[in-house]
């Protein structure tokens, strides 16, 4: 089974300021099948990104998916007040048919 | 607007049984298979299986198979979450989402807001 990690597990940082965040499978996995979630207290996770670097329906265009093989990431831009959330990166396997979440980066105002 | 609405929370005693829905708006309902994922208090989401609602052909997560069972009434366009036995750990938040109209599927969008489950003695 394939295990996603993200990392940090904590990321502190202030409006304005540039997002890193990682994810990174336990084997290489179908670029297609990467997707972004961001959870908002109390919320309802929202996709962000599809295809490891497709923008869902709506999302601002700071947010950007990048990566291939065991590494990902997902950029913020010039963070704003609503994108201190936890974010979930999301593999879906074909055979078996299996949806896998990392455990999720939460990103705290400094 | 594309819209899933969940039942509210529920408090349950360890062996009884629960039956949660997802009701689903501004769509074809029997064009889109519907997903649950568990999320505990405090933790990271797990799926728990896939169901079509057009002729309820559902998928499992081999950690929750026998022990949920889905099922889906088109005619109010809802699906159901259901136990038979709930246990103590069976507390978690619950959400329905909608998969996209065809394979493969991979991705999860909208959310229903979710149904929180508690067990307690």
Same mark, same amino acid.
């Given at each position: 089974d394939i295990v996603l990690t993200q990392s940090p597990g904590t990321l502190y940082l202030s409006p304005g300021d540039r997002a890193t965040l990682s994810c990174r499978a336990s084997q290489s996995i179908t670029t297609s099948y990467l997707a972004w979630y961001q959870q908002r207290p109390g919320q309802a996770p929202r996709l962000l990104i599809y295809g490891a670097s497709r923008r869902a329906h709506g999302i601002p265009d700071r947010f950007t998916g990048s990566g291939t093989g065991t590494d990902f990431t997902l950029t913020i831009s010039r963070l704003q007040p609503e994108d201190f959330a936890v974010y979930y990166c999301q593999h879906f396997g074909r055979s078996p048919l299996m949806y896998t979440f990392g455990q999720g980066t939460k990103l705290e105002v400094k | 607007e594309v819209q899933l609405v969940q039942s509210g929370a529920e408090v349950r005693k360890p062996g009884e049984s629960l039956k949660i829905s997802c009701q689903g708006s501004g769509y074809i309902f029997t064009d889109y298979w519907i997903t649950w994922v568990r999320q505990v208090p405090g933790g990271a989401l797990e799926w728990v299986g896939n169901i079509d609602? @057009?002729? @309820?052909?559902t998928i499992y997560n081999p950690s929750f198979q026998d022990h949920v069972t889905f099922s889906a009434d088109t005619s109010i366009r809802t699906a159901y979450l259901h136990w038979n036995t709930l246990k103590a750990s069976d507390t978690a938040m619950f959400f329905c989402a909608r998969l996209p109209y065809s394979s493969p599927r991979d991705w999860i969008e909208p959310w229903g807001q979710g149904t929180l489950v508690s067990v307690s003695s």
């Open positions: - | 609602p @057009s002729d @309820s052909y």
